[in-house]
């Protein structure tokens, strides 16, 4: 019995080598510089359409503003009930028919399957 607890007090069965658990990964060179030239790259483009004064939202047409207006008064609805049926804000339907809007083909692509419009 001496013999055994006199192994258990050594510690000699313990293992303490330290485990790590979720190491993140080293940071890989080649990923790193590809990542840098991606973001210079774009960068870059970023300046160029600045430098051209190209930086601007497509707007809505006339037409499709009239079109979704004359759409919705011949359903007889309003902003707010047309704005309810598909799950937006009165206010985007407003800004959308005042031309205000910046163009978003989500709303757009909404408004016209709930309309019926091509």
């Not at 993140?24 to 004064?53: F, G, M, R, W």
Request: positive net charge; glycine residues 0%.
């Amino acid at each position: 019995m001496d013999n055994m607890d006199n192994h258990f007090n050594t510690l000699d069965h313990q293992d303490w080598k330290t485990i790590v658990i979720r190491k993140n990964p080293k940071n890989n060179v080649a990923n790193s510089k590809k990542k840098i030239d991606n973001t210079v790259l774009k960068k870059i483009s970023i300046e160029k359409k600045a430098e051209a004064d190209d930086l601007h939202h497509k707007q809505l047409t006339v037409e499709l503003r009239q079109s979704i207006q004359k759409a919705r008064c011949a359903k007889a609805l309003t902003q707010k009930q047309l704005a309810n049926n598909i799950n937006l804000s009165q206010q985007i339907i407003s800004d959308i028919e005042s031309g205000k809007a910046i163009y978003n083909a989500q709303h757009i692509n909404k408004i016209k399957r709930h309309l019926k419009l091509k």
